[in-house]
């Protein structure tokens, strides 16, 4: 239960998100448009983690899809930060595997033009620690 | 210095003031004591250099009742009190003509006597070099080394009021010092550590009153401790209470209004580190309600006469 | 020298049982200055009174010390006994031997020290004490009433009802507020304008009730009771009094191009206008900033079938001055345009539209006679979404922080009007909670729901945006854990409701305090609602706080209640323990105005001899405004010198208790 | 130890400034409701915690007082609306700066009592004695002429 508890409390560190600033309005995931891929949605991960039920966010796959456009960021009337949470409970998982799947130095190379900014530093936040 | 001769003459020649605060050499070629000089009296002996530590501030409370318009040079650190008095309303701004003036930090000749000099004769500074004359020989010393404490710590360089200012981009070429450092010390002494300390310190006060005399904040126009009616007058400390009140009930009357000009330390001799306390103020009200810089303009409220729904509870301090 | 009497109750056993009385006496008769001291079963009953009296009388006390229970309790009662014996009220000084001593502890002999401690307390204190005068003040008998909506109109109703003169200040060109814009009202559904309009036309020809409308409130100075206020009477250009309202000028008007304010936008009206037809005073106004008159110099149309004369293109703001003995605000406030929240699309989009935008459209006075057609083609909408929280309850910059509190109910309103309408609509509702705490209010969003099939959605929307001519609002349902897509016709806006925008300056004139939202504060949170910490200043409406109609109407009386318990009064009686400045001592520093709640505190420069031949000096010193200070305190602790001290509650007197404790 | 033993004899002197409308009728309640409380407490009747000069305090130790409690309405429900803000600030700093002096910051509190809260005032003053006796006699600021 403590190391629970510990997780939740490194999660909200990281993210810097209080999660009882919340309201239950659900316009993140009124917003998200990866909600459909997303098992977990927004306003799922901040009452999931709020209540410490964090292992099956980390065992999802809306972590991966989450697009990190930060739009339930950008909407949120309590300034609760759905997104960086989901970010949080990515980086926990990647710091568990240890690894970087991407070193900014190998980058240049996988550049495209028509590849939105965005993606980029999606990706950097995603596929690497 | 020969820019701000100029400044004064054109400025007291042609009518825009009629006398001018500033300092002037004294008995010594180091003294330095602040003078009000007048088309009559000329301007000689009005020197400005690293020896005018003074802070000229105060001075206006009677010079802006005189008649006719006073200029003032006006260091950077000593703006801050004038702001406060301007906010406070113990200036008449009017009257009140300010030319702002570099400084590069100020030499303490008392810590040029500390060097072990005595016998001293004659004081000059030479660029980076303090030259010290005595009657046993010439030694040279190295100015950031005899640089006023005060200054060590040096808030910004930034002349924040006047009509007209006076650049330089001289600088003292120091690296300032934390300034809540010896407030830091203290407070991670044990309460009897900190009290033997004070105990230590005020019980060598002697009531001089030069601490207020100096202070520019300290202005009222009867202390209260000089008023019979307050009941708690007191012209000398008769016993350990009233050396730690008197300057308790100082440092509180000027709290969230002290600019930290640290004259009180500087003149106090009996070198009892009043700054300390006012620091310690400073310290507390910027980390619990906000760095809050007293005299920084005319208009702001102080942190005691403002407040927040928020504020901490006063258990914070015990709960330390 | 004093002369101190000490009176010791027994307060039958409820003292004596615990504190030995007598050594009371005994020990306070020790003390000095004290000349008489004696004890007694029932001080506060009329033989003990008398007891008191004949002994200031017969020993010519100068000060009393009553030792007995609370001075919450029978301090009054003391302090009147004593100006029957001729001797100042406020040199009585009570010592709580009761509550705070013999009630809460057992042991007598502790019991009896803790009282002689206490007495001794208050004897030093008394000799301390001044005889304090409380300040009379005439009261003008006036009341002014700053807003003209239905907190307004009450309140002025109910003042010029009790025989006071009343008058009413609106900056718009009627009175009525948002309330008339209001189609019908819940939750019972009767429709605004029938309940309001009587109420409007009242006021108008209320014999004590003189209406400033297209008026604003420039200048207010004084203090409780004696308040001088200037106001603006902005220039109609046209005459009042010849004016019949006949309305022909309006009709004729070329210049029917600008944008209806009455109506949101919807629709135009004339540059000459009578904002609705239920106006009053039913005047126009001519808007020179639309007026062909004024732009161009030619025009005159409105002049010309003016029969009555009535159009005077000459006629200037005139500015009146008149006294008052109270004010109450009641200025209201206003509906957001969520202009801010771009993913609602209301710039964007002329189908979105806020809730007093629909209200407009559902009237049948409004742009499109009562049929609900949605503004972009003119079509009757069948699938509707309501957004509800539309800016309420939001940490962000573009949020209030507050719940606007009737949202709920009208957006409910709405949906049952709606269906009631057109029962082929489709309605759906996005909330996050829904509230509704109010007499009948649960009943009537749950007909909305069971009744009416409106369907409520549990959730937000994330973005509106079009396709195929449709509105597609995207939401969540969080009760279905998924994300949907709504087709619409029409999106409605709950906007968040803020205070009037001129409330701030009005606030600071009248040094009405106000929180961080804008809204008025009042003097106590529970205990003095509807009035303003500032004395004589009241709050009427929603310039305190979101409330509904009945809300409001209850504390426009309320506050108009407040009113007349003022102006019925000849004087005011001061509260004499107020702060004062010591001349002599004052800086001038304003650290005192900095902190004083009610703006007591003023400034003046004072010539003062120093010394030296002939010399004067001028000093900047406090003046406090007694009638003003409420006696806080706030401002002796800030001033450094002492000289601002507290009539009644001295630095001296203070200490003087102290060192009796300590002693 | 002699300190020690003679703590439970200790009768400190405590000074509490209660403000009119709050916490003065909350002791008042205190005594309605017959809740007891060491006798070593004596109350001064303020309109406001926002009356309170430091002067007082320091007055009061300097004549003897062991401990110095200031009571007052609920930040938010002062009858002047805005007086116990004011105080909340000018009393943390007053004991920040008897801490800083080395004077046990114990001997110092401010707490918030209602006129509803009767219990809440007995409980904090007997507390407050507790802390007071177990820190003995205040020694440290002190006029020693003042008391015999």
């Known amino acids: 239960m403590s190391s629970v508890n510990n997780e939740r409390e490194e999660i909200l560190r990281m993210s810097g998100v209080d999660p009882t600033k919340c309201m239950k309005c659900g316009k993140c995931s009124g917003t998200c448009p990866a909600f459909d891929a997303m098992e977990y949605h927004p306003h799922q991960f901040v009452s999931m983690v709020n209540k410490g039920n964090i292992e099956p966010l980390k065992q999802s796959n809306a972590i991966w899809q989450c697009l990190s456009c930060f739009a339930c960021m950008e909407r949120c009337p309590r300034d609760v930060k759905p997104a960086k949470l989901i970010e949080a409970v990515r980086l926990t998982v990647i710091r568990e595997q240890g690894m970087n799947h991407l070193e900014s130095e190998n980058v240049p190379c996988m550049l495209d033009p028509e590849l939105p900014q965005q993606a980029i530093v999606s990706a950097f936040r995603k596929y690497s620690k | 210095m020969q820019g701000i001769i100029e400044k004064v003459t054109e400025l007291l020649d042609n009518g825009t003031v009629d006398r001018v605060l500033a300092w002037k050499a004294g008995e010594f070629s180091y003294d330095r004591t602040p003078a009000v000089f007048d088309k009559e009296s000329g301007l000689y002996g009005l020197v400005y250099d690293s020896f005018c530590v003074n802070n000229l501030s105060k001075y206006l409370i009677e010079e802006s009742k005189k008649d006719g318009k006073v200029l003032v040079l006006m260091k950077p650190c000593d703006s801050y009190g004038l702001n406060m008095l301007i906010k406070e309303h113990r200036v008449d701004r009017e009257k009140i003509y300010v030319l702002g003036v570099p400084c590069k930090c100020k030499v303490s000749v008392d810590k040029i006597k500390a060097t072990g000099l005595t016998g001293i004769l004659d004081i000059v500074e030479e660029g980076n070099d303090i030259k010290v004359t005595t009657v046993y020989g010439d030694t040279t010393l190295d100015r950031k080394d005899v640089l006023c404490d005060k200054c060590m710590v040096c808030k910004d360089k930034v002349v924040v009021v006047y009509d007209e200012k006076i650049e330089s981009d001289e600088t003292a070429g120091i690296e300032k010092l934390d300034r809540m450092a010896e407030v830091e010390a203290l407070e991670a002494m044990t309460p009897d550590e900190r009290f033997n300390f004070w105990r230590s310190q005020l019980s060598k006060c002697i009531r001089c009153n030069a601490c207020r005399n100096v202070c520019p904040i300290c202005s009222c126009t009867k202390c209260v401790f000089d008023n019979d009616n307050t009941g708690i007058s007191s012209k000398a400390n008769v016993d350990s209470f009233e050396e730690n009140m008197f300057h308790i009930v100082r440092a509180y009357h000027v709290a969230g209004r002290c600019t930290d000009c640290g004259e009180c330390s500087r003149v106090c001799p009996q070198n009892i580190p009043l700054h300390l306390l006012n620091r310690k103020f400073i310290k507390e009200m910027n980390e619990l309600y906000g760095t809050y810089q007293a005299g920084t303009d005319a208009e702001a409220k102080d942190p005691l006469t403002a407040f927040t729904k928020e504020d901490a509870e006063p258990s914070v301090i015990y709960n330390r | ?663 | 130890m002699q300190v020690n033993e003679s703590s439970k004899e200790f009768k400190p002197c405590i000074v509490a400034f209660c403000c009119n409308w709050c916490s003065y009728a909350g002791a008042d309640l205190a005594g309605s409701n017959r809740l007891s409380y060491p006798a070593d407490v004596k109350i001064i009747r303020v309109p406001c915690s926002c009356r309170v000069n430091p002067l007082f305090i320091l007055r009061a130790f300097q004549r003897g007082a062991d401990g110095v409690i200031l009571c007052g309405c609920h930040p938010g429900d002062c009858h002047y609306t805005t007086g116990n803000y004011y105080a909340r600030r000018r009393m943390t700093m007053l004991f920040s700066m008897l801490d800083y002096l080395g004077i046990e910051k114990e001997r110092t509190r401010v707490e918030w009592v209602s006129a509803a809260e009767g219990a809440k005032f007995a409980a904090t003053m007997n507390d407050f004695i507790s802390t007071v006796q177990s820190l003995g006699e205040n020694r440290k600021l002190r006029d020693l002429r003042c008391k015999e």
């Open chain 3, 1 to 663: 020298m004093h002369k101190i009497g000490v009176f010791v109750c027994w307060c039958g056993s409820n003292i004596a049982a615990t504190v030995d009385v007598k050594a009371v006496a005994e020990a306070a008769s020790k003390e000095p200055c004290v000349v008489y001291a004696t004890d007694y079963q029932y001080m506060c009953s009329e033989s003990g009174q008398n007891l008191i009296i004949d002994a200031i009388k017969e020993h010519n006390l100068t000060g009393v010390v009553i030792c007995s229970c609370s001075p919450r309790m029978h301090e009054t009662t003391f302090r009147k006994a004593a100006q029957k014996a001729g001797l100042n009220p406020y040199m009585v000084e009570i010592a709580n031997i009761r509550e705070q001593c013999s009630w809460i502890h057992k042991d007598m002999a502790e019991a009896t020290a803790k009282a002689i401690v206490l007495a001794r307390a208050a004897i030093a204190k008394v000799q301390l004490n001044k005889p304090l005068i409380a300040g009379e003040s005439e009261v003008t008998k006036r009341c002014l009433v700053i807003g003209g909506g239905i907190a307004g109109i009450q309140t002025a109703l109910d003042v010029a009802e009790a025989g006071f003169p009343v008058d009413i200040v609106e900056k718009k060109p009627t009175i009525g507020g948002k309330m008339a814009q209001l189609d019908k009202t819940f939750p019972t559904l009767d429709c605004a304008a029938c309940i309001l309009t009587p109420r409007m036309v009242e006021a108008g020809a209320h014999e004590n009730i003189t209406l400033h409308t297209y008026s604003e409130v420039e200048e207010v100075s004084g203090f409780v009771g004696n308040f001088t206020v200037k106001i603006r009477k902005k220039a109609r250009k046209v005459k009042m009094d010849l004016c019949t309202g006949c309305g022909l000028c309006t009709e004729k008007c070329p210049m029917k191009k600008q944008p209806n304010e009455f109506n949101m936008g919807l629709d135009k009206r004339g540059a000459i206008y009578i904002p609705f037809a239920q106006a009053v005073p039913k005047v126009p106004v001519i808007d020179v900033e639309a007026c062909l008159k004024f732009k161009t110099g030619k025009c005159g149309i409105c002049s010309k079938v003016c029969t009555a004369g009535a159009i005077d293109y000459e006629q200037q703001d005139e500015i009146i001055e008149q006294k008052y003995g109270a004010i109450v605000l009641a200025t209201g406030f206003d509906q957001i345009k969520p202009t801010k929240f771009g993913e609602l699309g209301y710039s964007q989009y002329p189908d979105v539209v806020t809730s007093l935008e629909y209200e407009r459209l559902m009237n049948a006075a409004g742009p499109t006679k009562g049929h609900l057609l949605r503004p972009s083609d003119g079509k009757p909408p069948k699938e509707i979404v309501f957004v509800q929280c539309v800016g309420s309850r939001g940490q962000s910059c573009r949020d209030k922080s507050y719940c606007s509190k009737v949202c709920c109910m009208y957006t409910a309103k709405h949906a049952i009007l709606t269906k009631d309408h057109y029962p082929d609509t489709n309605i759906h509702v996005f909330y996050i909670d829904e509230r509704t705490p109010g007499k009948n209010f649960d009943e009537f969003y749950r007909r909305a729901v069971e009744q009416y099939g409106v369907d409520y959605i549990k959730g937000q929307v994330g973005k509106v945006y079009e396709e195929n001519g449709k509105l597609m609002v995207q939401g969540s349902d969080l009760l279905a854990n998924e994300q949907i897509t709504l087709a619409a016709d029409m999106v409605v806006l709950a906007a968040a409701i803020e205070p009037d925008k001129t409330a701030r300056s009005l606030g600071t004139m009248l040094t009405a305090s106000m929180d961080t939202n804008d809204f008025f504060t009042e003097a106590h949170a529970k205990l003095r609602p509807v009035e303003s910490p500032t004395a004589g200043v009241f709050l009427s409406g929603m310039c305190q706080g979101p409330k509904d109609i009945p809300e409001t109407v209850s504390q426009a009386g309320a506050a108009a209640v407040k009113v007349i318990g003022l102006l019925t009064k000849d004087k005011l009686l001061g509260n004499p323990c107020v702060a004062h400045s010591d001349e002599m001592l004052c800086n001038g520093c304003s650290q005192c105005a900095r902190v004083c709640p009610y703006g007591a505190i003023t400034y003046v420069d004072k010539e003062f001899r120093v010394p030296g031949p002939k010399r004067v000096e001028t000093r900047r010193v406090a003046v406090v405004n007694e009638a003003v200070c409420q006696g806080c305190g706030a401002c002796t602790v800030t001033c450094p010198s002492t000289a601002m001290d507290l009539k009644g509650f001295s630095n001296r007197q203070i200490m003087s208790e102290v060192d009796a404790i300590c002693k």
